[in-house]
Nanobody, 117 residues
Framework: QVQLVESGGGLVQAGESLRLSCTAS????????MGWYRQAPGKQRELVAI???????NYADSVKGRFTISSDNAKNTVYLQMNSLNTEDTAVYYC???????????WGPGTQVTVSS
């Protein structure tokens, strides 16, 4: 079992920045990748960014150049630095952890990010 706790969401104005954090506990040592997804009202959940234990990253085209995912493996924590936020970034952001060899995927409860114009 892996538990995920997110923090850092909130209300900001367009152009401002936020940093999300997600800390894993439990069998965190078995995690292969961690990532952030988001779901806006009326839309499907979509990938924002992922990072593996080797530090390799992947981003959605819509956030490239604005968002940066990073991790602190010693703290089992992944961060999402979000700059130049716009109203289309408004969504609930979910942390995800995958244990590939076990075929398991865990989700955090989500944190709301609201960007006002």
């Amino acid at each position: 079992q892996v538990q995920l706790v997110e923090s850092g969401g909130g209300l900001v104005q367009a152009g401002e920045s936020l940093r999300l954090s997600c800390t894993a506990s439990g069998k965190a040592f078995k995690i292969n990748t961690m990532g952030w997804y988001r779901q806006a009202p009326g839309k499907q959940r979509e990938l924002v960014a992922i990072i593996n234990k080797g530090g390799n990253t992947n981003y959605a085209d819509s956030v490239k150049g604005r968002f940066t995912i990073s991790s602190d493996n010693a703290k089992n924590t992944v961060y999402l630095q979000m700059n130049s936020l716009n109203t289309e970034d408004t969504a609930v952001y979910y942390c995800n952890a995958r244990l590939i060899a076990l075929g398991l995927s865990y989700w955090g409860p989500g944190t709301q990010v609201t960007v006002s114009s």
